[in-house]
């Protein structure tokens, strides 16, 4: 029901721009956002933002570099991605809280070059 699309290799200080619809009906969405999982393993919370009022919050290490924004008429959530590091590199996967639990994207690789 998440579809994600917009990773790929980039060099560091590049751009991507994730994207992530919610298809069909999604009972009482609280937020939307992304996780990503790094080379080491280590699963990350890199931002979200509420479906109540549209506040965003980052994680310390993106704040200032990624934007994440929503389209409630799309179900959408975009993650602006810019002046990527090396150490951004990792899977993202989209997640949607909702009423009839939290949905999970498939994931897409982000690969920084150095």
């Known amino acids: 029901q998440l579809v994600e699309s917009g990773g790929g290799l980039v060099q560091a200080g590049g751009s991507l721009r994730l994207s992530c619809t919610a298809s069909?009906?999604?009972?009482?969405?609280?937020?939307m956002g992304w996780y990503r999982q790094t080379p080491g393993n280590q699963r990350e919370l890199v931002a979200a933002?509420?479906?109540?009022?549209?506040?965003?919050n980052y994680a310390d290490s993106v704040k200032g570099r990624f934007t994440i924004s929503r389209d409630a008429a799309k179900n959408t959530v975009y993650l602006q991605m810019d002046s990527l590091k090396p150490e951004d590199t990792g899977v993202y996967f989209c997640?949607?809280?909702?009423?009839?639990?939290?949905?999970w994207g498939q994931g897409t690789q982000v690969t920084v070059s150095s």
């Open positions: 069909g009906s999604i009972p009482g969405i609280r937020a």
């Open positions: 933002v509420m479906a109540s009022d549209g506040t965003p």
């Open positions: 997640f949607v809280p909702s009423a009839s639990g939290i949905l």
